[in-house]
C-alpha cells in the first residue's frame, strides 16, 4: 500500500478526558529483602525432590529440582493442546506457537518490575510455580516435547516454536542445547524456531550460532519504550541487570545476522511512555527492518508493578491500530497527528481506508511471529495473555462482529446504527466459537 495524505482527521481517535497511563503514576514498588536460605532456589535445591515426567505447578507439594537443557517450562496454552494438561480456552479451540521457556530451580537472575518471573519473588514462590504473563507453566522434558511434535510435524498444530531465554549464566549453552533436541527430532522448514533473547548475556557470536542452528526470527524483549523507562523497570532502579545500550547492541547483530522482517523488539505498552514516542519506536524498528510485538501492561500477580492500572483500553487500541498501519500498511509516524498529551489524534489515512482496515480485526489480533496463515498473523498468539477474557486486549483469534463493535467503542470510532451492546461478544458462547484458523 503507498502512503497516502489523512484526507479528513478523525476526531473520536483522541477525546479530551479520555485514559492513558502516564509516567509519574507507572512507578515500580521497590523489590523487598529476601531471607539469605530463600536466595537462589534455596529451598527447591535443600529439598532436591526428583523430577518425574511432567510439573504441572502446584504449590502443595515440593517444587522438584528442575534444569534445563533436560527440563523446559511450556505456557498453559500449549500444554492444553499437546494434551499435557486438562482444559480448554476461551473461544480458542488450540495455540498456533509452542512457547518453551529456560528453567531453573535458581529462575532467572533478573528484576524486572512488571514480570512474574523475577528474582525478587524467591521467598514467595518457587520458580516452576509463579504466574507469568498471567498463567501458569507447566514443567516438561524436553526429549518428550521433542519427540511428540517430532512425530508428525507437517500436521501440527504448531506454526512456530519459540525458546524464551531468561537471565542465567547457563541459558547461553542451554538454548543451544535445547535448539539442538528440537532439530533432532523437527526440521525448521515444517516448524519455523524463534527466539526471545536475552541479550544481557550474549555476544554477537550467539547470535550468530542460533541463525546457524536453524532459527528464523529473532527477537529482543526491549519491552520499555523509553531509556527511563527501561531502566526503571528493569535496570538500576529494581536492581536488574539489564541496560538498554545492550539490547539495542544485540538487536543491531540481530538485524545484521537474521536479516529484514526477521528480527524484532517485543514492547508493552502503558508502562508510562506516551503514544507518540512508542510509535516513533515502532517507526524506528519499521525502518531497520524489522516488526514490533505489541503487549498490553497487565498488572501481574506478585510483580513490583501489580498495584498499578492495566492499560486503559482507548490507549492500547490507539496504540494497537498505529502500531499495525506502521508495519503493515505503509503508514509512517510522522503522517499521523498526535494531541499535546502525545496521543494519537489522526492515523493519517482517510476514513475509508482505515475503516477497512479496522473492519478486517487483523490490527487487533495478536501481534508476534508470523505463522503460516499470513505474514500479518502472527503464530503466537499468547491467549489471555495481556488482559482477561473479559475484557479482551490481543485477540487470539479472528475477532467476529461484536468484537469489532467493541473494539470501535473503545475507540471512540463506532459507527452510526452499529453501536455496540454491553456483553453482546459472549453470545458468542451459546454458538460456535469464531474459526481459529
Ligand atoms: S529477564 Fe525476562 S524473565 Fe527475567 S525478570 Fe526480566 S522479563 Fe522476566
Known amino acids: 500500500m503507498t502512503c497516502l495524505k489523512p484526507e479528513t482527521a478523525q476526531p ?62 511450556m505456557s498453559t496454552a500449549a500444554a492444553i493442546t499437546l494434551g499435557l494438561m486438562p482444559g480448554t480456552m476461551h473461544r480458542c479451540g488450540c495455540t498456533r506457537c509452542l512457547n518453551l521457556l529456560l528453567t531453573y530451580p535458581e529462575g532467572c537472575r533478573a528484576n524486572c518490575a512488571y514480570c512474574g518471573l523475577a528474582r525478587h519473588r524467591e521467598a514467595d514462590r518457587d520458580y516452576a510455580d ?117 539490547y539495542w547492541e544485540i538487536l543491531m547483530d540481530a538485524r545484521d545476522i537474521f536479516g529484514p522482517q526477521k528480527f524484532g523488539a517485543h514492547i508493552i505498552v502503558g508502562m508510562g511512555e506516551t503514544e507518540h514516542e512508542i510509535l516513533s519506536l515502532v517507526q524506528e524498528l519499521v525502518d531497520l527492518g524489522g516488526h514490533s510485538h505489541m503487549f498490553c501492561f497487565y498488572p501481574e500477580k506478585g510483580s513490583l508493578m501489580d498495584h498499578l492500572p492495566a492499560t486503559p483500553r482507548d490507549q492500547w487500541r490507539r496504540v494497537q491500530l498505529a502500531r499495525y498501519l506502521i508495519d503493515y500498511a505503509g503508514v509512517r509516524v510522522d503522517q499521523m497527528k498526535f494531541d499535546e498529551e502525545g496521543r494519537v489524534a489522526d492515523f493519517g489515512l482517510p476514513t475509508g481506508e482505515l475503516d477497512a482496515i479496522i473492519d478486517a480485526g487483523t490490527a487487533f489480533r495478536t501481534s508476534g511471529c ?35 463493535r467493541r473494539i470501535r467503542h473503545q475507540l471512540d470510532m463506532e459507527k452510526p446504527g452499529e453501536e455496540y451492546v454491553e456483553g453482546e461478544e459472549f453470545d458468542y458462547l451459546d454458538a460456535d466459537p469464531p474459526a481459529a484458523e
Not at 530463600?38 to 502443595?60: D, F, H, S
Not at 505463522?371 to 475484557?391: L, M
Open 370 to 404: 508470523p505463522g503460516k496463515e499470513a505474514e500479518d498473523v502472527s503464530a503466537c498468539d499468547r491467549p489471555y495473555g495481556d488482559s482477561p477474557p473479559s475484557n479482551i486486549a490481543s485477540y487470539p483469534f479472528k475477532p467476529a462482529d461484536a468484537d469489532l
Open 130 to 246: 509463579r504466574n507469568f504473563i498471567r498463567v501458569d507453566w507447566p514443567a516438561v522434558p524436553m526429549a518428550e516435547i521433542a519427540a511428540r511434535v517430532g512425530a508428525d510435524p507437517e500436521n501440527s498444530p504448531f506454526h512456530r516454536m519459540c525458546i524464551s531465554m531468561i537471565t542465567h549464566p547457563k541459558s547461553d549453552e542451554d538454548t543451544f542445547t535445547v535448539l539442538k533436541t528440537w532439530t533432532d527430532h523437527v526440521d525448521p522448514d515444517a516448524i519455523p524456531i524463534s527466539i526471545l533473547s536475552n541479550p544481557t548475556t550474549m555476544t554477537r557470536e550467539d547470535v550468530q550460532r542460533l541463525r546457524d542452528m536453524g532459527s528464523d526470527i529473532f527477537t529482543v524483549a526491549l519491552d520499555a519504550a523509553t531509556p527511563a523507562i527501561f531502566d526503571r523497570t528493569r535496570g538500576k532502579g529494581v536492581q536488574s541487570p539489564h541496560t538498554w545500550k545492550k
Open 12 to 73: 473520536g481517535a483522541s477525546k479530551p478526558g479520555r485514559d492513558f497511563n502516564p509516567f509519574d503514576v507507572m512507578a515500580p514498588r521497590a523489590p523487598g529483602a529476601i531471607p539469605k536460605d530463600m536466595k537462589n532456589g534455596g529451598r527447591v535445591l535443600i529439598n532436591n525432590v526428583r523430577p518425574e515426567g511432567v510439573y504441572l505447578p502446584n504449590n502443595n507439594i515440593m517444587t522438584p529440582a528442575m534444569r534445563s537443557p533436560e527440563y523446559v517450562q
